[in-house]
C-alpha cells in the first residue's frame, strides 16, 4: 500500500506499542539548547541515568546569547547561569556542543541544516516548538518539553501518538514580491492558529517543488503557529544538493547510498492523505500581521479587521481584544502604520538569502529616522557568509545595527527588547503579547523585505512598492 | 518508579476567559531565566495580573481572593498555543492547579500537562461557561473532574468531559510518566536502532 513520508519515518523509527497505545517512538537526532534542557539534566542526575546516545545529541546556545556581547561574563548573571550549566551538562555526557568558541554556534534550527545533521527520513526532537523546521528535509521533527527532554536523553525515545497527515498543496506561481513567509502567513490565516492540531502538515505542489531549502524551511518552521508539531517537504534533488559536503553529511560511497535511501522516504504517488487543502499562489500577497496571533494576518494592501462587521461572536471577542492590544484603528490600512523597530533575524528569517534579498533592495538606501532597525544573523556560519559577500556593510551603511548570531529579539530572553509599546516589524515568527519582551510591545509579523520597507520608509510598507520588485522569485 | 494513579482532581475552580492563551501569556519569556522549574508559580500570567506600567495588580481572576486556593483551572479554546516550554504547565501546577478544562488544547502543551500528572480535559463552551457561572455564584463549589468517567460534577450538575484516550489510560493507571516504560524498551530500542544507518557510532 502506498504510504506517506510521514507513515515510512514512523514505521522506521517505532520501537514498540506502549501500554496506553501509544509508540514508543526512536529520536534519532537530539538537539538541545540552554533554556529547556538544565532541568533534564537535573532529572537525569537525579535518577543516575546516563544519557543513551551522545552521538546523537549535538547542543548550541541561542535564546540566551547577548547579540551585542562576546566577551563572558555575560551582564546578565542569569544568562551566564545557564550557559556555564549547559557546558557543564555537555562535559559531564560527553555532547557534542557547538559553542561560541567552535564558530558553528547559532540558533539550534539553524545550525542543524547547516552542519548537515538534519536529513531525510530521521526523526528529530528538541525542546522547541519551531523544531518543525527541520521538517524540510523530509525528517519527522518534534518540539518537546522538558521531561520529554529527559526521555529521549536516557533512552533516545518519546512517548507519542501517531498524527493524521494533511496535505496541502501550493499551486502554480507566488507573484514577484511574495514570499515563502507569505505563504506560511497565508496557510495559517486560512486554516487558523489551531486548525492543525493533531496533524503533521505535508507541504507539496510547485510552489514547494521549486522552493530553495532555506525557503522549505521558512514555512516549515511555523507549521507549529498553525497548530501542527510537524510539517514536512517531501525530500528530492534540491534537499540533497544542499546536503552535499555538508560536515556531518555522508561522504563517497555512502553518500551514494545515502541519497537513495532519503529519496525512497518520500510520499508514495497514491498515498491516502487524512485531509488535503489546496491553495492558489496567486492568491497569496505580500502579508502582515494586524493582531496577538499569527493568524490574524492580511494582506498588505487590506484593512485592519473591524470587530463591527464580525459575523462570529468569538471572532468579534479576539478582534476587539487584539485591537486593544495593538492599539490599531479597525478599518484603516495596515500600510502606513508607523513603526518604532525593524528586526531582521530568528530561526524563521536568520538564513543567507534573507540577508541577500534584504541587501539587495535596501542598498543605498536609508532607514528611516526614528526607526531602530537590526539584523541578527542566524548563526555564526550566516554571518561569516553574509560577511564575505559585503552584506553586513550593505545593511550598516542603511542603517541597520549588524549583530552576533542568537534568537535576539524573537523572544525575551536577551538583551534584545522592545520598550513599552513600541510597534515592531519583525521577520520573527509570533505576535503574542509580550513576546518581544515589553509586556505592551507590538508585533507585525512579515517577510524579511517587508520589514525591510517598512525600516526604510518608517511604517508599514508594500515592499513591491517602496523597491519596484518585479522579478519573479 | 509508582506514580499516582490520577482517577480524580477535586477542587474549587477559577475560571481565566479568552481563547489562544499562549504560553507566553501564561508565563512571559523572561522568567524562564532559570536552571530549575522552582519558583515559577509566583510568575503565572504576570503580564495579565500586573498592570506593565504601574505594577499594579489588575483584578485579574486569579488575584480574587474568592477564588484563592482554587486548584482547577478553567479556560477557552487553544489554551496553551505556542512554545514547548514545560515552563507553562511547571508555572500552573506550583502554583497550585492540578486540572486545567478548557474548550480545547495545542497539542505540545497537552502532552506536557499529561507528563506531570495535571489532567487536561476538554468541555463544551455552553458546559464551561455553567461551570464558570456556578463559582462566580458560590466560588466553593467544589469541582470534582473525573478522569475516569470523563464528567465534570459541581453544585449537584454532571457535564460531559473528555481526557483523550491514551492520556486517560496513562493517567488512571498511574503511568503519566512514561520514563520507567521507556527504559523498560531499550533492548527493543536497540534493534530498531540497528536498522537506521545514520545512527551507526
Redesign the interface.
Known amino acids: 500500500m502506498p504510504k506517506s513520508l510521514f507513515e515510512k519515518v514512523w514505521d ?5 506499542t ?5 509508540t ?1 517512538l ?1 529520536i ?1 537526532t537530539h538537539l538541545i539548547h540552554e ?2 534542557s ?2 533534564a539534566f ?1 532529572m537525569l542526575r537525579d ?1 543516575k ?1 546516563k544519557v ?2 551522545p ?2 545529541t549535538f547542543a548550541t546556545v541561542d535564546h ?1 546569547i547577548p547579540t551585542d556581547q562576546l566577551v563572558e561574563p555575560y551582564r ?1 548573571p ?2 551566564q ?2 550557559m556555564d ?1 549547559l557546558r557543564k551538562s555537555c562535559r559531564e555526557f560527553g555532547i557534542t556542543f557547538f559553542d561560541r568558541a567552535t564558530g558553528k554556534q547559532g540558533i539550534v534550527h539553524i545550525v542543524g541544516p547547516e552542519q548537515g545533521i538534519t ?1 531525510p527520513g ?1 526523526t528529530i526532537a528538541c ?3 519551531h ?1 518543525s523546521t527541520h521538517g524540510a528535509f523530509g525528517a519527522i521533527a518534534f ?6 527532554i ?2 529521549v536523553l ?8 501517531k498524527l493524521k497527515v494533511r496535505r496541502i498543496n501550493v499551486t502554480g506561481r507566488l507573484r514577484p514580491g511574495v514570499y515563502a513567509k507569505d505563504v506560511i502567513l497565508h496557510i495559517i490565516r486560512v486554516l487558523g ?2 486548525g492543525g ?2 496533524f503533521a502538515y505535508e507541504y507539496g505542489g510547485e510552489v514547494f517543488d521549486r522552493m530553495t531549502m532555506e525557503e522549505r524551511m521558512t514555512v516549515c518552521n511555523m507549521s ?1 503557529e498553525g ?1 501542527a ?1 510537524a510539517g514536512y517537504v517531501n525530500p528530492d534533488d534540491t534537499t540533497c544538493a544542499y546536503l552535499k559536503g555538508r560536515p556531518y553529511s555522508p561522504t563517497g560511497a555512502a553518500w551514494d ?2 541519497v537513495a ?1 532519503w529519496k525512497s522516504f518520500a510520499s508514495d504517488p497514491g498515498c491516502r492523505f487524512d485531509d488535503v487543502v489546496n491553495i492558489a499562489a496567486a492568491d497569496i500577497a505580500p502579508t502582515v500581521t494586524w493582531g ?2 499569527p493568524g490574524q494576518g492580511i494582506s498588505i494592501t487590506e484593512s485592519i479587521p473591524d470587530p463591527a462587521k464580525a459575523t462570529e461572536v ?1 471572532e468579534k ?2 478582534i476587539e ?1 487584539a485591537l486593544a492590544y495593538m492599539k490599531l484603528k479597525p478599518g484603516a490600512p495596515i500600510k502606513g502604520t508607523k513603526i518604532d523597530v525593524a528586526f531582521i533575524g530568528s530561526c524563521t528569517n536568520g538564513r543567507l538569502s534573507d540577508f541577500q534579498e534584504v541587501a539587495r533592495y535596501v542598498k543605498g538606501r536609508k532607514v528611516a529616522a526614528g526607526v531602530k532597525a537590526i539584523a541578527v544573523p542566524g548563526s555564526q556560519i550566516v554571518a561569516l557568509q553574509c560577511e564575505k559577500l559585503g552584506l553586513d556593510k550593505i545593511l550598516a551603511e542603511a542603517g541597520f545595527e549588524w549583530r552576533a548570531a542568537g534568537c535576539s529579539m524573537c ?3 536577551n538583551p534584545d527588547k522592545l520598550i513599552g509599546d513600541q510597534l515592531c516589524a519583525s521577520s520573527s515568527n ?1 505576535n ?4 518581544q ?4 510591545g507590538r508585533t507585525l509579523l512579515m517577510s524579511p523585505l517587508m520589514v525591510a520597507a517598512a525600516a526604510v520608509t518608517g511604517s508599514v510598507a508594500d515592499a513591491r512598492e517602496v523597491f519596484a520588485v518585479s522579478q519573479s522569485n | 518508579m509508582a506514580l499516582a494513579k490520577i482517577t480524580s482532581v477535586t477542587g474549587r475552580g477559577v475560571c481565566v476567559p ?3 492563551i ?1 504560553t ?2 501564561i508565563i ?3 522568567f ?6 522552582d519558583g515559577l508559580g509566583q510568575y503565572l500570567f504576570h ?2 495580573r500586573n498592570d ?2 504601574t505594577g499594579k495588580p489588575t483584578g485579574h481572576p486569579l488575584d480574587d481572593p474568592r477564588f484563592k486556593g482554587a486548584t482547577v483551572l478553567l479556560s477557552g ?2 489554551f496553551g ?6 515552563h507553562a ?2 508555572a500552573i501546577q506550583k502554583y497550585g492547579f492540578k486540572a486545567v478544562i478548557a474548550e ?1 488544547f ?3 502543551f497537552f ?2 500537562c499529561v ?2 500528572g495535571m489532567p487536561c480535559a476538554t468541555a463544551s463552551r455552553a458546559d464551561i461557561a455553567k461551570i464558570a457561572a456556578a463559582i462566580e455564584r458560590d466560588p466553593a463549589t467544589e469541582i470534582v473532574l473525573d478522569v475516569d468517567r470523563q464528567e465534570i460534577r459541581f453544585g449537584g450538575q454532571t457535564v460531559p468531559a473528555e481526557v ?4 486517560r ?2 493517567l488512571i ?1 498511574g ?1 503519566w ?3 520507567g ?3 523498560d ?2 533492548e ?2 536497540k534493534t ?2 540497528a ?5 551507526a ?1
Open positions: 522506521a523509527h517505532t520501537v514498540r506502549l501500554a496506553n497505545g501509544q514508543q526512536l534519532g533554556v529547556t538544565p532541568q537535573g535518577l541515568l543513551a546516545m552521538h546523537r540566551i546578565d542569569l544568562a547561569a545557564m550549566e536529513q530521521t525542546g522547541d516548538s523544531t518540539g518537546i518539553g522538558t521531561t520529554q529527559r526521555d536516557a533512552t533516545q525515545t518519546m512517548a507519542l501518538g492558529v489551531n492540531t493533531g507549529i497548530g508539531r547510498a545515502a535511501r496577538i496571533n468569538d471577542a479576539s481584544e523572544l525575551a530572553m509570533r503574542f503579547k509580550g513576546r519582551g515589553s509586556p505592551t | 479568552g481563547n489562544d499562549d507566553d501569556r512571559p519569556a523572561r524562564m531565566k532559570c536552571v530549575t522549574f503580564d495579565v506593565p506600567a479554546a487553544n498555543c505556542g512554545s514547548s516550554r514545560e504547565p511547571q480545547n495545542a497539542e505540545i502532552g506536557n507528563t506531570l483523550r484516550a491514551a492520556a489510560d496513562a493507571n503511568r510518566d512514561a520514563i516504560e521507556l527504559l524498551g531499550m527493543a530500542m530498531t536502532a536498522k537506521l544507518p545514520y545512527l557510532v
